[in-house]
């Protein structure tokens, strides 16, 4: 699955700046209202509702304060055992492993010394809790882990619905909606860093039924969805407002570079620098809908390149990372059909309907990881040097028993001979 949330256009928006009082496990955390002077504090335009950081009048009664302005609360939950891993079945070969409990994806990261952290969320029966308007969210609780190591966080949304993750060697953003002012949302992100406390630090209300999204940097947050971009630090101090900004899906943030889709249709796919603010990277050869999808792990990127719409196959295009448009170095990997797209350690995987194909940059050979189970799909999250970690999901077909979803992993030295370059 790609990374990050499909950004939506967002017509209005208004910042309400907060500080944090701090977490314990399994409370609530309140929130105290900024003022006008905190650093925090961005007006895009429009009038936010209860500007004064009061509690929305809409707002299900409840025992605990949600973030003033909002209905949204959260909880930072006690810290569960480290994942466990067991074996996938026979159906699936012998070298796949999987989380010995249900959990779906919500992203995946490899961090600078090579540790591969998730954000899972758990698949057990949810809590429901009443939101406003009489709207009943589905809680569950959401987890921060090293794949063979320690579990970092423990998160649960109170009143809203976790809309949007993202991690980075620095931390999470959790990004939850209130429908409370509907017919517009209001959005909740929660910056977590390793080792530190739950921080609110934007709340944005938007006329549209679409919240933004969020990418992560080492050192920078990146919110698009809208007209601009909004850059800013770990602790939501705002660095620069960047107006036409990279937007969705996934863009990414490599150090203070931001790399994403731009226009709509997407017909390219754009960089914006400090230095010289936002400039085309990828055009592609095609038309309308030239580039997209790009996707890098700080050595490689890949991306695809269509004609139009509906063209299938398209062509996989890798280069060495570049952030400049006279340095990418592009060469076609090999004509597939587009879904999902990974990079890792000189390797490529894109996830279909037949399930997940590796490629390796060197000479184009590639490997199929097919689904074992017609009911269920594969989508990759993570590549190593070593391993490849695929989300297993249900497709939800009406009328079928298809189980619950799990993470699954296998070596890349147990796929077997690879295929030749096509």
Request: proline share 7%; hydrophobic share 40%; net charge negative.
């Amino acid at each position: 699955m790609e990374r990050g949330h499909v950004g939506k256009s967002i017509a209005r928006k208004v910042v309400i700046a907060i500080g944090t009082t701090l977490a314990t496990s399994g409370a609530i955390v309140a929130a105290s209202c900024g003022t006008a002077s905190d650093a925090r504090a961005v007006d895009a335009g429009g009038d936010a509702a209860h500007d004064d950081g009061s509690v929305h009048s809409a707002c299900a009664p409840v025992v605990n304060e949600p973030v003033p302005g909002t209905c949204c609360g959260y909880r930072a939950l006690p810290i569960p055992e480290p994942l466990e891993w067991v074996p996938c079945g026979s159906d699936a070969g012998a070298d796949c492993m999987r989380t010995s409990t249900a959990v779906t994806v919500g992203a995946g990261h490899v961090t600078t010394d090579g540790r591969v952290l998730f954000v899972l969320t758990t698949y057990e029966r949810a809590a429901f809790q009443q939101g406003a308007g009489g709207q009943y969210y589905a809680t569950r609780a959401s987890i921060a882990a090293e794949a063979d190591g320690r579990v970092l966080q423990a998160f649960a949304p109170e009143r809203c619905r976790l809309e949007d993750v993202d991690l980075e060697d620095e931390g999470v953003v959790w990004a939850m909606v209130d429908f409370a002012p509907y017919p517009s949302v209001r959005s909740v992100a929660v910056a977590w860093r390793f080792g530190g406390e739950p921080q609110p630090i934007r709340i944005a209300t938007s006329s549209s039924l679409f919240a933004p999204g969020w990418a992560t940097g080492r050192h920078v947050l990146y919110e698009y969805g809208g007209s601009a971009g909004l850059l800013l630090d770990w602790d939501g101090g705002v660095r620069t407002v960047i107006d036409g900004g990279p937007s969705g899906p996934a863009p990414v943030v490599r150090e203070d570079v931001v790399i994403g889709r731009r226009g709509s249709p997407p017909s390219a796919i754009a960089r914006w620098k400090p230095t010289d603010g936002v400039r085309d990277l990828v055009v592609g050869d095609a038309g309308a809908h030239g580039a997209r999808s790009l996707v890098t792990d700080g050595v490689d990127m890949v991306w695809f390149e269509q004609t139009s719409v509906a063209e299938t196959p398209v062509a996989l295009m890798v280069s060495p990372f570049a952030t400049d448009a006279e340095a990418v170095r592009a060469r076609l990997l090999a004509n597939v059909a587009a879904g999902p797209l990974v990079v890792g350690c000189g390797h490529a995987a894109v996830s279909s309907t037949e399930g997940v194909r590796i490629f390796r940059f060197s000479d184009g050979a590639s490997w199929t990881v097919p689904r074992s189970d017609p009911r269920r799909r594969l989508d990759a999250h993570v590549l190593t040097c070593t391993e490849i970690f695929i989300a297993e999901v249900p497709m939800a077909l009406p009328g079928i028993e298809d189980g619950p979803p799990y993470l699954q992993r296998r070596r890349l030295d147990a796929l077997g001979a690879p295929e030749p370059a096509n």
